[in-house]
């Protein structure tokens, strides 16, 4: 192993937020520093298996939604409700 090129390990003491700590061997900080945690084991769903989750739907659906088409045949069109004239075939004469 090279010598200088890895970090110092040494011991911390992790801070959570409801202040409970424990020492624990890392690279961050000094030796003795206090690393303070904005998130707790006890109640953030990584640690918990909770999970707290928004159904906002497909992308479909939420640019559907933004752009307020309703989703149906058709949507987003004005339609007489007549069919469509078929169109002839290639080569086809016209009558007139």
């Known amino acids: 192993?090279?010598?200088?090129?890895h970090p110092d390990y040494h011991e911390i003491t992790v801070t959570m937020t409801d202040g409970s700590s424990f020492?624990?061997?890392?690279?961050?900080?000094?030796?003795?520093?206090?690393m303070r945690l904005d998130i707790d084991p006890k109640t953030h769903p990584a640690w918990t298996g909770?999970?707290?989750s928004i159904d906002r739907g497909g992308r479909v659906q939420r640019f559907k939604d933004r752009f307020g088409m309703t989703g149906g045949v058709g949507a987003g069109t004005k339609s007489s409700g007549a069919k469509p004239e078929a169109t002839p075939a290639k080569g086809a004469a016209k009558k007139k």
């Not at 192993?1 to 090129?5: A, D, F, L, S």
């Not at 020492?23 to 206090?34: D, F, M, V």
């Open 1 to 5: 192993m090279k010598e200088k090129i």
């Open 23 to 34: 020492k624990t061997r890392s690279t961050w900080g000094k030796e003795g520093a206090t």
């Open 50 to 52: 909770v999970r707290q």
